[in-house]
């Protein structure tokens, strides 16, 4: 007498839901990269448009814009200030429709420095929770060449 198999053991259930499982954690963490990746990378786009902007501030002004305060940290008010002053507050770096803090669009508050007879523009991470920026998160640097700094401080 033969008894033939009309289904699947356990066993084999098992196994591939472990398979499947395996491939989704894969794929989770390869989407969490892609978007980090395209976050910094429209963060660098947007840096380039703040250098054009305040190159054009500066034909008009006889000096490169700059943050009012003499320390250059990443805040919210920082990111509307170079909204206001130098992007015509075209809500690039800042999302006006978020009702609870202000959500950066791409991520990163950015702030102005001077540096001497130019400027450098940096980037900081924001805290998903809080709204502040993220001192353990990632930190850009441009200068007004629009060349890439890379100090100690550059955490990507």
Same mark, same amino acid.
């Given at each position: 007498?033969?008894?033939?198999?009309?289904?699947?053991?356990?066993?084999?259930?098992?196994?591939?839901?472990?398979?499947?499982?395996?491939?989704?954690?894969?794929?989770?963490?390869?989407?969490?990269?892609?978007?980090?990746?395209?976050?910094?990378?429209?963060?660098?786009?947007?840096?380039?448009?703040?250098?054009?902007?305040?190159?054009?501030?500066?034909?008009?002004?006889?000096?490169?814009?700059?943050?009012?305060?003499?320390?250059?940290?990443?805040?919210?008010?920082?990111?509307?200030?170079?909204?206001?002053?130098?992007?015509?507050?075209?809500?690039?770096?800042?999302?006006?429709? @978020?009702? /609870?803090? !202000?959500?950066?669009? +791409?991520?990163?508050? =950015?702030?102005?420095?001077?540096? $001497?007879?130019?400027?450098?523009?940096?980037?900081?991470?924001?805290?998903?929770?809080?709204?502040?920026?993220? @001192?353990? /998160?990632? !930190?850009?640097?441009? +200068?007004?060449?629009? =060349?890439?700094?890379?100090?100690? $401080?550059?955490?990507?």
């Amino acid at each position: 007498m033969t008894t033939r198999s009309s289904g699947f053991t356990l066993i084999e259930l098992l196994v591939v839901v472990a398979v499947l499982g395996i491939i989704s954690a894969i794929g989770t963490v390869t989407y969490q990269g892609y978007i980090s990746g395209t976050k910094k990378k429209s963060t660098f786009n947007l840096m380039r448009q703040i250098i054009l902007a305040n190159t054009e501030y500066y034909s008009s002004n006889q000096m490169y814009y700059k943050e009012s305060s003499t320390s250059c940290n990443p805040s919210i008010s920082s990111s509307e200030e170079i909204e206001e002053k130098l992007l015509d507050d075209q809500n690039l770096i800042l999302d006006p429709n @978020n009702p /609870g803090f !202000k959500k950066a669009n +791409t991520g990163y508050l =950015l702030c102005v420095a001077n540096d $001497n007879s130019n400027f450098i523009i940096i980037a900081q991470e924001q805290n998903k929770k809080t709204g502040a920026r993220d @001192n353990d /998160g990632c !930190k850009i640097t441009l +200068t007004a060449g629009n =060349l890439k700094d890379d100090d100690a $401080n550059q955490k990507c």
